[in-house]
Structures are given as C-alpha cells and as structure tokens.
T-cell receptor, first 114, second 112 residues
Framework: DTEVTQTPKHLVMGMTNKKSLKCEQHMGHRAMYWYKQKAKKPPELMFVYSYEKLSINESVPSRFSPECPNSSLLNLHLHALQPEDSALYLC?????????????FGDGTRLSIL | GESVGLHLPTLSVQEGDNSIINCAYSNSASDYFIWYKQESGKGPQFIIDIRSNMDKRQGQRVTVLLNKTVKHLSLQIAATQPGDSAVYFCAEKMGNNNDMRFGAGTRLTVKP
C-alpha cells in the first residue's frame, strides 16, 4: 500500500461540473506535487508546493486550481474541463525541495471528462 | 529542448534471466536520477536512485549504472521474476527544486 492516499480513485464528470481531487500524506513531507499522466506516456509535472506555498506552476490552464490547506493535504480543484483533460492524476510528496530525494507517489485518480 | 529518453520501448525476457533497461539523458547538469516501476493501475514506485558523483549503486536484485561521459543510465534486474513485469521510467532532476522529468518508459514483460 502506498503512503500517499488519493481520492477518489475514479471520477467521471461533465465539462460544466466542478470537482476536487484530494491527496493526503502523513510522512511529514513538506513538498507535494501534482502530475498528469496520459495513457502510455510518462507523468508530466503540473504543480509543486513547498511548505504549503506554490513553488512551481508548469503553465497549467487555470481550469486546474491547486490548493495546499496544510502540510499533509493537497487538493486539485477542477472546473470547466475539456475531454483532453481525461487522464490519470498523480500526487507525490518528498521530504523537501532543497535536496535531491525520491518522490513518493499515490496510485492516482483516473479522471474521465464527458 | 533537453529531455530524458529511453532506447527500448519494450523488453521481453524469460523468467530467471537478467534484464537491462536503458535510458539516455541530454542535460549534462543533471545531478540526480531515479528509476521508478509502474504497474497497471498503480502510481510509480521508487526502485533506486543515484547521484552524479557515483557511477554504480546496488539494491536488492537491482543495480543502476551511470555513465556521465555518454549521458547514459541503465537499470539491471537480476533473476527477473513475473512480478517485475511493469513499465519502468527513469527520471532526472532538472533544477534546484527536486523537479523530476520522466523518460518515455520501457515496458518489461517477463515470460514464465
């Protein structure tokens, strides 16, 4: 079992819906990440949070809105998504940003946009 | 732009054989690399990492080799088992923020 928990595991939504993806870790990590992974492709970085502050936004469209309410939680708010946004959304965490170390991944939320 | 890539998109091996998965990188400033394993329906799982001041690191049944001269990274799996069947990604640290960029991935299939 992964130590990074993501909910829901699956989500189907229409283009006008608003939904949120949630991620939780209790390893005391202070860096958290959102990735998008299309089928048969590698994960692509979307956002990085460090000590609950947004550190990196990889030019992600504003219909994706991240939020880090505390050091253990990371949310991704979704609004007016497009069919091409259907993908696996992965959350990851690591101890900190200032030294090289592995990121620990959750099992993702599989998102389908109708 | 600079990116991480893999030589072989698929690899099929017999159970018990050794597997070698290769990765080429082009960012000569990268100083940290990770191999991940991703099984169907799961997130990437950390296997082993290596810093640029090393050329070899061993784990349990896995070895990572780093050749900075030709910018090449490889993952060796000894006595490959059916449970090793998965997609394997190499990833390199791109900047100062532990920002990892993933290679294209290699699908390893182990035949019994």
């Amino acid at each position: 079992d992964t130590e990074v928990t993501q909910t829901p595991k699956h989500l189907v939504m229409g283009m006008t819906n608003k939904k949120s993806l949630k991620c939780e870790q209790h390893m005391g990590h202070r860096a958290m990440y959102w990735y998008k992974q299309k089928a048969k492709k590698p994960p692509e970085l979307m956002f990085v949070y460090s000590y609950e502050k947004l550190s990196i936004n990889e030019s992600v469209p504003s219909r994706f809105s991240p939020e880090c309410p505390n050091s253990s939680l990371l949310n991704l708010h979704l609004h007016a998504l497009q069919p091409e946004d259907s993908a696996l959304y992965l959350c990851a965490s690591s101890q900190a940003l200032n030294r090289p170390q592995p990121q620990h991944f959750g099992d993702g939320t599989r998102l389908s946009i109708l | 732009g600079e990116s991480v890539g893999l030589h072989l998109p698929t690899l099929s091996v017999q159970e018990g054989d050794n597997s070698i998965i290769n990765c080429a990188y082009s960012n000569s400033a990268s100083d940290y690399f990770i191999w991940y394993k991703q099984e169907s329906g799961k997130g990437p799982q950390f296997i082993i990492d290596i810093r640029s001041n090393m050329d070899k690191r061993q784990g349990q049944r896995v070895t990572v080799l780093l050749n900075k001269t030709v910018k090449h990274l490889s993952l060796q799996i000894a006595a490959t088992q059916p449970g090793d069947s998965a997609v394997y990604f190499c990833a390199e640290k791109m900047g100062n923020n532990n920002d990892m960029r993933f290679g294209a991935g290699t699908r390893l299939t182990v035949k019994p």
